[in-house]
């Protein structure tokens, strides 16, 4: 049950969500001494997934006029931006100037095509004057960085 303390109920989501996943911390650091490499790892895993996944499981009540959806939607583009940027930086080592091959250039292409949609649905057809928590928003970002840094690990 939400009380008044709590101005728009990210507060009460953000405050049990970090008391979970810092128990869980917290427990990994009191264990550690006694449970191998790969049982520490994860508990890791397990509070970094509680972490990502309780601010969806956790009801509270929420009024979406505290949330700025088109301030939102400005700080997400510029964090896929900042990654695309440092997709593109990364590429560079699957270019060799004594010799050419196609591959390189075809997942350049792609990045670029994947590049100019997200520009035009970011820009067309995301309605930006909304009233959301952004959700929906966040986690498809989310899933962008993940995807990027995935298209360029070696």
Same mark, same amino acid.
């Given at each position: ?29 009191? %264990? ?5 490499? @790969? *049982? !520490?790892?994860? +508990?890791? =895993? ?6 990502? &996944? #309780? ?41 060799? %100037? ?5 591959? @390189? *250039? !075809?997942?350049? +292409?792609? =990045? ?6 997200? &520009? #035009? ?34």
């Amino acid at each position: 049950m939400q009380t008044n303390r709590w101005r728009c109920g990210y507060c009460a989501v953000c405050y049990r969500v970090i008391t979970i996943v810092a128990s869980i911390y917290l427990l990994i650091i009191i %264990l550690a001494w006694w449970l191998t490499f @790969p *049982m !520490v790892m994860n +508990l890791d =895993v397990i509070a970094v997934a509680a972490g990502v &996944v #309780l601010p969806i499981v956790i009801k509270v009540d929420f009024d979406n006029k505290v949330v700025s959806f088109p301030h939102l939607v400005e700080r997400f583009e510029s964090l896929a931006i900042i990654m695309f940027g440092e997709t593109v930086v990364s590429m560079a080592d699957y270019f060799e %100037l004594n010799q050419f091959s196609l591959i @390189p *250039m !075809v997942v350049f +292409l792609s =990045v670029m095509m994947l590049f100019g949609s997200y &520009v #035009l649905q970011i820009h067309y057809v995301i309605e930006h004057r909304q009233s959301t928590r952004g959700l929906v928003l966040m986690y498809s970002h989310f899933l962008i960085v993940i995807s990027l840094n995935m298209l360029t690990a070696p």
